[in-house]
């Protein structure tokens, strides 16, 4: 997708509707089962409190963790609808069925300006399934479908699909239209020089962006344990590090296309190392001489170094997955460096989108997640837009209406 193409909620005539929002309330709990990261809640505000003052209601859904298809106490959405009330000022209470008897009754009964959250929809199995008959039970809700769960538009699901396709209009709410433009910005006409900065475990999880990225970037920087795929790639010893043994082809021929089409691969050149991934003495080495015994756990400085120069030259940059074992402190150093460098090249002029996941929360944690363009709230979304696939939860929705003449 090259571009954003899809009504809005400003396209929704909403005065007197009851709008069946699908958001992304996937969030972290902490022990005590409060939410204890609310980023996506807060994303979605200003797309109910729009709807809320065109004079709808909203009855919003979302799923939370993997629950297999039946309720477990752990994955219920009460403590969202408790951070709801707070943010909204107003009681949000929580439907117990996704989609049965007890959300037609609170939806027929719900007034304009009030919002009903359903419990967790992947309570029931007909969810991931794309159901038919959960799809017509959770369309039966509303009077106009508004998709703003970008985390969840790369799933085929009833409330993602199955809904939209029964409930019209369905849109697209502010937080989805923000991501898909930013994204797509990418995709389009980049300003140049274009940099991405790829990390994370795996280059499998990773390889159909590079390619996909490789006709627009002008430069990849490779970080994290999928370094070592490509370090092995070009015959260096890797010690216990991470490295897929069945992707070292994979990432070589990657490496001679990018050659062959002068798109620069600066794969870490130095990297710490630790005995354990937990923690312990670490020592910093070449990436290609890493002793027997030993795995890469982070970058080392002079990668450090080397990325944030690059960052610093672009104009466009994007950025997905950790540089090291970031959960860990002592092996957060490279991560959290990419975050300051993006922030600086925001600074500078450079349009730059963080893509999800860990990288989010190293923004977060580098306190600049608010120095960068844009930080997505969606990784495996994020990923697949990027790849060139299309997000099925977005082409269900309606075109943008032409401009009268």
Known sequence: MSGFDRATVRDLDAQGKRVLLRADFNVPLAADGSVSDDTRIVATLPTIRYLLEKGASVVAMSHLGRPQGRPEP???????????TRYLRAEVKLAADPGGPDSARRAAALEPGRVLLLENLRFDPGEEQNDPAMAARLAGLGHAYVNDAFGAAHRAHASTVGVPQRLKPAVA???????????????????????????????????????HLLSRVD????????????????????????V???????????????KERGVEVIVATDCRIAESPKGGETRVVPSDQVPEGWMGVDIGPASEARFREALLESRTAFWNGPMGIFEVPAFASGTLAVARALAEATKRGAHTVVGGGDSAAAVA???????????????????ELLEGKTLPGVAVLDPRPRSAP
């Open 219 to 242: 430069r990849f920087l490779v970080g994290g344990g999928m370094m070592f795929t490509f370090v092995k790639a070009a015959g260096g010893e890797v010690g216990r590090s991470l």
């Open 173 to 211: 709410g502010f937080l989805l239209a923000q991501e898909l433009s930013a994204l797509g910005t990418l995709l389009a006409s980049p300003p140049r020089p274009f940099v991405a900065v790829l990390g994370g475990a795996k280059v499998s999880g990773k390889i159909d962006v590079l390619e």
């Open 74 to 84: 752990g994955a219920s959405l009460a403590p969202v609808a408790q951070r709801l």
């Open 365 to 383: 944690e580098a306190g600049v997640a608010e120095q960068v363009s844009h930080v997505s709230t969606g990784g495996g979304a994020s990923l």
């Open 244 to 258: 897929e043994a069945d992707r070292v082809e994979t990432a070589a021929r990657f490496l001679a296309r990018a």
